[in-house]
């Protein structure tokens, strides 16, 4: 049996046998240290949240700023210069600006415009699956789960097509940044990149506008509110960019991981279509892609389960362990997509919650219903290969590494 002194290094340092199985890590944390004082690897004090109902209080907390130039000083350790000047965003935040930068992009991020998505969502799903190999062993992710939601974001915000792939590699070196000296060469380099890219769209939107989400934001203009800054409207765009790709992917890999190790639940969404919705808010509520909160800081000292959280310390919500919390969610560590009333905090809560959740829930809809509808025979390449889980710094995505499969093995029945 794990002891809390072991929980709270495993996930300090984020051991394998964390990657493996956090929920092992979060059920002890919960139960005899629910806000848990850490020291991660960047070495700044910090305190993790675990129960459902401090976590939901907590990410609605006013003396918990995400107003990160409130504390630079900190920041610049954990995520070094570069990032500085792509972080002029909502996330990083707190009102009067948080509330003004979510109404501009609110007003140009719409429903409408993300239910007109759905059709050229659907036909990009069928094209990257006529693409797959069907008979053969081959990793899912790289093949579907990433690609489909880089297309997305990048039409939405009208990214040119031949620099796709690149928004690809570039995304995917900031989310795998870690602590040591190379890996924040890496993250610096595709920082200065990623904003380099940005500033020269935005100006090439200016001149000549187009039917996407970036041209709107750069003419959006309101009465009360002004306009995006040129710093806010290149940082924006890589918020979106990044968030509507990196967890998405993940998103999806995690779902089809799930349902194929839950094979009885697969079934279940197969004969009912009409599950598909609770399933994929049982996906994130079970293993959802975002593990914890960015980080907060208290501006004040504050307490939580009787544990006092001192001025200036980080704080960050581990979603997943709340997700899982029993005393929220009967039986939580069973995967079922009937399950009813489930109000998980997947995408988080309050003044900060996802503004892209309807674009996410979309494309995992329909991801999930093109690869189960056109594959029902889909399984591992191998079933009793343990999964690859990534390697990250402190709890922040949970995601595969890898996805073999095989979409259409020969033999079995469907």
């Avoid at 609605?60 to 130039?69: C, E, G, H, Q, V």
């Avoid at 972080?87 to 239910?115: G, Y």
């Avoid at 009937?338 to 892209?356: A, E, K, N, S």
């Amino acid at each position: 049996m794990i002891t809390t002194q072991d929980a709270v290094a495993a996930a300090e340092r984020c051991t394998p046998e964390y990657r493996r199985n956090p929920h092992a890590v979060y059920a002890r944390l919960r139960e005899e240290a629910p806000v848990c004082p850490m020291r991660p690897p960047h070495g700044n004090e910090t305190y993790l949240i675990t129960r459902y109902e401090d976590a939901r209080t907590a990410l609605a907390d006013p003396r918990l700023s995400k107003d990160m130039y409130g504390a630079m000083d900190a920041y610049r350790r954990i995520f070094g210069e570069s990032s500085v000047a792509l972080d002029d965003n909502m996330l990083n935040s707190d009102p009067p600006k948080h509330t003004r930068l979510r109404k501009l992009v609110s007003t140009a991020f719409t429903p409408r415009r993300v239910q007109a998505l759905r059709p050229r969502i659907r036909e990009t799903v069928d094209e990257l699956l006529d693409g797959c190999p069907t008979r053969e062993p081959f990793d899912l992710l790289p093949a579907f789960a990433f690609p489909l939601p880089i297309i997305v974001i990048c039409e939405l915000l009208g990214v040119p097509a031949r620099d796709r792939s690149r928004m690809q590699h570039l995304s995917t070196a900031v989310a795998r940044s870690g602590f040591d000296e190379e890996a924040r060469r890496a993250q610096q380099k595709a920082e200065e990149d990623l904003h380099a890219f940005f500033t020269e769209l935005v100006e090439t939107k200016r001149g000549r506008p187009g039917d996407d989400l970036l041209s709107a934001l750069t003419a959006l203009r309101d009465d009360e509110d002004g306009e995006l800054t040129q710093s806010e409207l290149v940082s924006t765009a890589f918020l979106l960019m990044f968030a509507g790709h990196k967890t998405a992917a993940y998103l999806i890999g995690n779902a089809v991981q799930n349902f194929l190790t839950h094979p009885e639940q697969l079934r279940a969404v197969r004969e009912d279509p009409a599950l598909i919705g609770p399933a994929v808010e049982e996906v994130l509520r079970f293993e959802g892609s975002v593990e914890s909160s960015t980080f907060r800081y208290a501006t004040e000292d504050v307490e939580y389960a009787g544990t006092r959280i001192p001025k200036g310390a980080l704080v960050q919500v581990a979603l997943s362990a709340a997700n899982r919390d029993p005393r929220k969610f009967p039986e939580p560590d069973e995967f079922d997509v009937r399950r009813q009333g489930t109000v998980h905090i997947g995408f988080g809560h309050g003044g900060h919650y996802c503004l892209g959740a309807p674009l996410a829930r979309l494309e995992m809809e329909l991801a999930l219903t093109g690869l189960f509808d056109r594959f029902p025979r889909m399984s591992p390449a191998d079933p009793s290969a343990e999964p690859r889980w990534l390697e990250v710094p402190f709890p922040a995505f949970r995601g595969l590494a890898e996805l073999p499969v095989v979409l259409d093995p020969p033999g079995g029945a469907a």
